[in-house]
Nanobody, 115 residues
Framework: QVRFVEAGGGLVPPGGSLRLSCAAS????????MGWYRQPPGKQRELVVS???????IYADSVKGRFTISRDNAKNTVHLQMNSLKPEDTAVYYC?????????WGQGTQVTVSS
């Protein structure tokens, strides 16, 4: 079983920045992918960014150049630095971990971009 502690969501004006954090614990050994998904109001959950244990990352086109993921394998944590936020970034952001064919989710943290 995998457990998560997420932090960092909130309300920010357009053009602002937020930093999300996620710490995972449990049976975390070997290779696994961590990252972030988001679910905008009334829409399906979508990939924001994923990061493999060896450092490969995939960003959604909509966040490239604005969002940056950082990962600490020793602490099983990922951070998402979000800059130049737009109203369309408003969503519930979920920490994600994929391992051994299983997918695990954090509880989600709300990010609202509004003036």
């Amino acid at each position: 079983q995998v457990r998560f502690v997420e932090a960092g969501g909130g309300l920010v004006p357009p053009g602002g920045s937020l930093r999300l954090s996620c710490a995972a614990s449990g049976s975390l050994y070997g290779i696994y992918t961590m990252g972030w998904y988001r679910q905008p109001p009334g829409k399906q959950r979508e990939l924001v960014v994923s990061s493999t244990s060896n450092g490969q990352t995939i960003y959604a086109d909509s966040v490239k150049g604005r969002f940056t993921i950082s990962r600490d394998n020793a602490k099983n944590t990922v951070h998402l630095q979000m800059n130049s936020l737009k109203p369309e970034d408003t969503a519930v952001y979920y920490c994600n971990l994929d391992k051994g064919g299983s997918r695990y989710w954090g509880q989600g943290t709300q990010v609202t971009v509004s003036s």
